[in-house]
């Protein structure tokens, strides 16, 4: 666990961080983030003490790092960078074997657990034990830089902007990575960049910087539904959302004003109001919660002789429905092409809280697009 | 070149011995530079404004004049190889600072982030990662500095150092250009070896991952170590090997010797092999010789300090140049001002005039003698404005020769050239002046057959020869009182002339020719 407890942080008489209060719990991946010169990096810094403690205080699983020795620090933490900081001149065994020798595993050990880490990043130890960093790709390093850090099995792990640099699709790979390797080993991840996507896809909490202060900390959804303040909101995107269909619900989108009938009125009561709403079907519902009992369709009703008939047996369950949590994705990969009308939205009791319509998910999906092509540039 | 191969025959055991001592002084000197400069170089990276303040002096250091840092050096710390150590040092140092601050200090500055954020104490990260990756610049630093080194030791000969420059400071004062190649072909072929092979080593020791990634072949971390050790091996004994010898060489030196000075012309080592011959055969006195001495600038100082005990010099330089006395052109009365100013100034003891006179003359051919009927100077000053002079600069400029014989009698040569060393030779033999100037005993004017115009209006100052001795010698060896003045009065001008032609001419030893003298007086 770590707590930040108002740390501070000037450079000359420039503040760059005030009063950062926070905890990060163990385990968890907490990626910093904002524009640049914010204080994300100087922030991450003061974790190892690579930036020193200026003001207020900083507890590392209840103690104090003013009470732990810069290097004793440093040594349980992990550390990547740009490019995986490796060392020039040494091969990809001996960058990490040099950390390895530091803490002081013993030295016959040594050779197995670089070998260890390295298939743990799905490098192949026979391959690239031998290799040397001018001799690796951009995302070769910075698996080798990950593997280092891994190495020494500390619980802490500070990531600065490790991925920057490399092409999209490798920079993918690695966040699925980085991030199947932190729930596997249950290691805290403390994670500084300057990609909103990158932080959506890898954070369990993301901590939005705004000139040395907490902007927002929270959930990425969370943080994407509400943003704390409008820089939040500016620095997020209005558009964000929607570029995360995990992350839109049934109830973001529905229409709550959704025409519906009771079981117990008749078929003509029943016609009159499609006729007047020019619609072919009908949602009913039953009792005060409006409990979701059927579908009636206008064809099934055309042949009724009987007007003032109930229209419990006309019912159908021809109809798909969507819990109120469900996401836009699923939403997208549940609906019939091919029925027409509407798509219930119920909770977990089956009440009914809404509606969708294919013309307002069509909707909802363009104006996404629509965005895109006039904001993008922002990006 | 027959000649030249001859020499190299002839004096190829002395070339040797003058190319260890070369190579002695040149590693003592890298070395030396290499532990100051590197130490220098890693301490100032930590402060950028010390750092320029460092480099600063270091390049200022390297642009005194090599000559007179050593004439500076020498009333400090005497003469020999200590002052020429520390010249070298002093110009050795710049590339090795300057190459091990821009080592470390180049070193990407997020390589060190990374390597403190992993935990790397301040001391393995300069073991670790900071001295290997600035090792190829440091490397490239000693080369240079080793190269440059070779070369300035050449100079160091002026003070007395010895090494090749001996040989080349030899062939310049006797007008022979076989000798001075003689010291400057090794000298050459010594620095393209010392940068060849340091070459290889600071290849070998250039770590693999910081070559081209196409260049880049693995070895295994032990052989890489193995390879690396073995040429800082090889350039550590290069260095420390030689500088050893040298020391030991130097802390073994008796110091209960008689030192004899010489300066660096054939006259002055003749005189010097005669006095140290004498003493050898007439005492038990051991006797060091302490040659190729580069003029007063460094046999006064040297003799105050106690590097040398006697050197002889000439009345008319010790008077305006030592003692600041007037223009005087009585030779009885300078003598006698020169002895006592020397005492007095100094507490050195002057002998008697050993005989000899060396001062200036002017010469003419044999045939210009006869066509202008010329004998004495007097003759000349009338002639002078249909006679082209062509003489050295010091004649040209020095207030008591040309400017004074202008001044006080009015001479007006047709024409003026400022002619160095055997060109003046040449020059009147191949009739493109008429007049030249030369000293008395110059072996060249025997040679080439010019005749002295006689001095018949007492012009020139004189240059009697004398050797001045360190005031407590007679104290420590008083049986030198018997010995030294043995040669008072016994070498004329004309058998100075002859010993001097018999050396630079003849091509003998200045030792044989010593030796030759001493018997044909019976003095030993």
Not at chain 1, 35 to 39: A, E, T
Not at chain 1, 85 to 90: A, E, I, N, T
Not at chain 2, 505 to 509: I, R, S
């Given at each position: 666990m770590i707590e930040f407890r108002n740390v501070s942080q000037s450079y000359k008489d420039h503040k760059?961080?005030?009063?950062i209060n926070m905890t990060i719990q163990s385990g968890e991946f907490v990626v910093l983030i904002g524009?640049?010169?914010?204080?994300k990096t100087t922030l991450l810094k003061t974790i190892n003490k690579l930036t020193s403690l200026a003001g207020g205080d900083l507890l590392i699983d209840g103690v104090s790092?003013?009470?732990?020795p810069d290097i004793a620090l440093r040594r349980r933490i992990g550390y990547v960078i740009q490019d995986g900081?490796?060392?020039?001149?040494?091969t990809v065994e001996e960058n990490i074997s040099l950390l390895l020798e530091t803490v002081g595993m013993p030295s016959e050990k040594i050779p197995a657990r670089v070998d260890e880490v390295l298939e743990m990043v799905n490098l192949d130890p026979d391959t690239f034990?031998?290799?040397?960093?001018?001799?690796?790709s951009g995302g070769q390093k910075q698996r080798v830089g990950v593997a280092r850090a891994f190495s020494a099995n500390p619980d802490i792990i500070l990531m600065d902007?490790?991925?920057?640099?490399?092409?999209p699709v490798t920079r993918g790979e690695l966040q699925n990575e980085v991030v199947k390797l932190q729930k596997r080993f249950h290691k805290t991840i403390v994670f500084v960049t300057h990609d909103m996507d990158e932080a959506i896809k890898m954070a369990d909490r993301i901590c939005i910087i705004q000139n040395g202060q907490i902007a927002q900390f929270d959930r990425p959804e969370e943080i994407l539904?509400?943003?704390?303040n409008a820089y939040v909101e500016e620095f997020v995107g209005k558009n964000r959302l929607w570029g995360?269909?995990?992350?839109?619900?049934a109830e973001d989108i529905m229409k709550k004003a959704v025409i519906h009938i009771s079981k117990n009125r008749t078929v003509l009561q029943a016609l009159q109001i499609m006729r007047h709403n020019t619609v072919d079907s009908l949602l009913v519902t039953s009792g005060r919660e409006h409990r979701l009992e059927g579908i009636i369709w206008l064809k099934n009703l055309?042949?009724?002789?009987?007007?003032?008939?109930?229209?419990e047996e006309y019912i159908t369950q021809d109809y798909i429905s969507v819990y109120a949590d469900t996401s836009l994705q699923e939403i997208i990969d549940t609906v019939d092409y091919d029925a027409s009308g509407i798509i219930p939205v119920v909770n977990h009791e089956n009440e009914l809280l809404g509606g969708l319509t294919k013309s307002g998910l069509l909707a909802t999906l363009s104006k996404r697009y629509r965005r895109d092509s006039t904001e993008g540039v922002e990006e | 070149m027959s000649e030249f191969l001859t020499q190299f025959m002839e004096r190829r055991g002395e070339l040797l011995e003058l190319t260890i001592e070369h190579m002695e002084m040149t590693s003592l000197a890298v070395l030396a530079s290499l532990i100051v400069g590197g130490l220098i170089g890693i301490a100032i990276t930590k402060n950028d404004k010390a750092a320029a303040i460092v480099i600063g002096i270091a390049n200022l250091m390297q642009s005194i004049p090599s000559i007179g840092l050593l004439a500076f050096m020498v009333p400090f710390v005497?003469?020999?190889?200590k002052p020429a150590i520390i010249m070298v040092v002093i110009y050795a140092l710049l590339p090795i600072i300057k190459n091990t601050y821009t080592g470390i200090t180049g070193i990407d500055p997020k390589l060190l982030e990374a390597a403190s954020g992993i935990g790397l104490s301040k001391t393995q990260q300069l073991l670790r990662i900071q001295l290997p990756l600035a090792l190829p610049f440091i490397m490239a630093g000693i080369r240079i500095s080793a190269v440059t080194a070779v070369g300035t030791v050449t100079i160091a000969a002026f003070a007395g150092?010895?090494?090749?420059g001996w040989m080349i400071n030899m062939g310049l004062n006797a007008n022979d250009a076989n000798l001075v190649l003689l010291g400057a072909i090794p000298a050459c072929l010594l620095a393209l070896a010392v940068d060849f092979v340091l070459g290889k080593v600071e290849k070998a020791i250039?770590?693999?991952?910081?070559?081209?990634a196409d260049k880049i072949v693995y070895m295994p971390r032990r052989k890489r170590l193995v390879r690396q050790a073995v040429a800082l091996a090889l350039c550590a004994v290069l260095l420390i090997v030689p500088s050893v010898s040298s020391l030991v060489r130097s802390l073994s030196k008796d110091e209960n010797r008689l030192l004899v000075g010489a300066q660096n012309f054939t006259e002055g080592m003749i005189l010097g092999d005669i006095y140290v011959e004498l003493i050898e055969t007439r005492t038990d006195i051991p006797v060091e010789r302490v040659y190729n001495l580069n003029g007063l600038m460094i046999t006064m100082p040297a003799l105050e300090n106690g590097s040398i005990d006697m050197v002889t010099d000439y009345t008319g330089m010790l008077a305006p140049?030592?003692?600041?006395?007037?223009?005087?052109?009585n030779p009885e009365r300078v003598y006698e001002n020169v002895r006592t100013g020397m005492k007095e100034q100094f507490g050195f003891e002057v002998s008697e005039p050993l005989g000899f006179s060396n001062t200036y003359v002017l010469a003419v051919t044999e045939e210009t003698a006869r066509t202008y009927g010329l004998t004495t100077l007097s003759q000349l000053v009338q002639q002078a404005p249909s006679l082209r002079l062509g003489a050295t600069t010091s004649f040209l400029i020095r207030e008591d020769l040309l400017p004074k014989l202008k001044a006080e009698h009015g001479v007006q040569f047709k024409e003026e050239r400022g002619l160095d060393g055997n060109v003046r030779y040449q020059a009147i033999l191949s009739g493109e002046v008429e007049v030249t100037d030369a000293y008395e005993t110059d072996a060249l004017l025997m040679k080439s057959g010019l005749h002295c115009l006689e001095d018949d209006m007492e012009f020139f100052p004189p240059y009697q020869c004398v050797n001045v001795i360190r005031g407590d010698v007679y104290e420590r060896y008083p049986e030198l009182r018997e010995v030294l003045?043995?040669?008072?009065?016994?070498?004329?001008t004309e058998e100075m002339r002859e010993m001097n032609y018999k050396v630079d001419?003849?091509?003998?030893?200045t030792q044989e020719v010593a030796h030759e003298f001493l018997v044909e007086k019976g003095l030993v």
């Open positions: 760059v961080l005030t009063d524009s640049s010169g914010c204080g790092i003013r009470d732990i900081g490796l060392f020039p001149h040494l034990r031998n290799s040397f960093p001018a001799q690796l902007e490790p991925f920057s640099a490399l092409d539904k509400r943003p704390a995360n269909p995990a992350y839109i619900h055309q042949e009724v002789k009987d007007y003032s008939a109930s229209l | 005497g003469i020999g190889q150092a010895g090494g090749l250039t770590p693999e991952g910081l070559k081209p140049q030592v003692l600041h006395l007037p223009m005087d052109t003045p043995l040669l008072d009065n016994a070498i004329s001419v003849e091509g003998m030893t």
